[in-house]
């Protein structure tokens, strides 16, 4: 984002406010205000930086140089509670700060950037830098690059390419690991010259089963259906049913369970016949497409 005379005052001042309102980052937060339910920590920490690199620019502005921040950042969390949607996010905040030169995120896992045998890792690893260049890349699931139990794995490689690569191009890409908690702590342990290069680290809380129920009625409105009366109880006990369950993965498995529930309202308005059908029948669910989850049979 280049100097703007309207935010630089005659008497040498800056004005934040109008540095922020050319950047247009409201929109941006406001857009991950309406797009996510909950996450009150995460977004908090999203303005804050996004504030932070806004002070930093006015700094610039004023004479005021420093050494230039580090943007590469860690999301950890359980699945399905929105780190890639974050992720996305953060990419526009950056590039609409000047601090990227594109708005664009690249996401990848393990298999994109470590080879199955000798000389195969550099190739794919670096590839996956270029395509990331300019932008933010996105690695989920980060620490299954490191795999000590296996002498022969090709995963060391792609990390010592990673930390030359944010070593010296700094921020381009912006780097954002991400994954469970734990297992990030245990990878940082290990690979100490990455962890000192992540300046933010971001935990994502789990979604409550309220927030849970926002969140499908939201995915169902964003498809144009609907849940009925007693189809909004019965997801309400299915979502508290599906939270003590193994593999829970949060708003995914909630978007996986309306997918299914689709199914089954497809299946049960053709099999009575189909004809003359309302809005109203095409758009809504009802409790009968919803018992039919395992964890109802289970109980």
Do not use: W
């Not at 804050?48 to 930093?56: D, G, M, Q, Y």
């Amino acid at each position: 984002m280049s100097a703007n005379p309207s935010s630089i005052g005659a008497s040498g001042t800056v004005d934040l406010q109008a540095l922020f309102a050319q950047a247009n980052v409201a929109d941006v937060i406001e857009q991950l205000d309406r797009d996510l339910v909950g996450l009150a920590p995460v977004k908090q920490r999203i303005r804050e930086i996004a504030a932070f690199l806004l002070v930093t620019r006015a700094r610039e502005q004023l004479g005021i140089v420093g050494s230039m921040p580090s943007l590469h950042m860690c999301f950890t969390g359980n699945p399905g509670t929105g780190k890639t949607t974050v992720a996305m996010r953060t990419a526009d905040i950056l590039h609409r700060l000047g601090y990227v030169r594109r708005n664009h995120l690249v996401t990848v896992t393990r298999d994109d950037m470590v080879g199955q045998y000798i000389g195969h890792t550099a190739p794919k690893t670096k590839e996956v830098l270029k395509r990331a260049m300019g932008g933010v890349l996105f690695i989920d699931e980060a620490y299954y690059l490191y795999r000590p139990e296996n002498e022969r794995d090709y995963g060391q490689e792609a990390i010592e390419i990673l930390l030359q690569v944010m070593e010296s191009s700094r921020n381009d890409p912006v780097v954002i690991l991400a994954g469970y908690k734990d297992r990030m702590d245990t990878f940082f342990r290990a690979n100490a010259g990455i962890s000192s290069r992540i300046a933010h680290h971001i935990d994502f809380p789990d979604f409550s089963a309220e927030e849970l129920l926002q969140i499908a009625q939201l995915m169902l409105n964003a498809m144009q259906y609907r849940l009925d009366e007693a189809g909004l109880d019965v997801m309400r006990r299915y979502i508290m049913r599906r939270m003590q369950q193994p593999n829970f993965a949060n708003a995914r498995s909630i978007r996986n369970a309306l997918d299914r529930a689709r199914l089954r309202h497809a299946s049960r308005l053709f099999m009575h016949g189909g004809s003359a059908l309302t809005a109203g029948a095409l758009m809504s669910i009802g409790a009968e497409d919803l018992l039919a989850y395992r964890v109802f049979k289970a109980a």
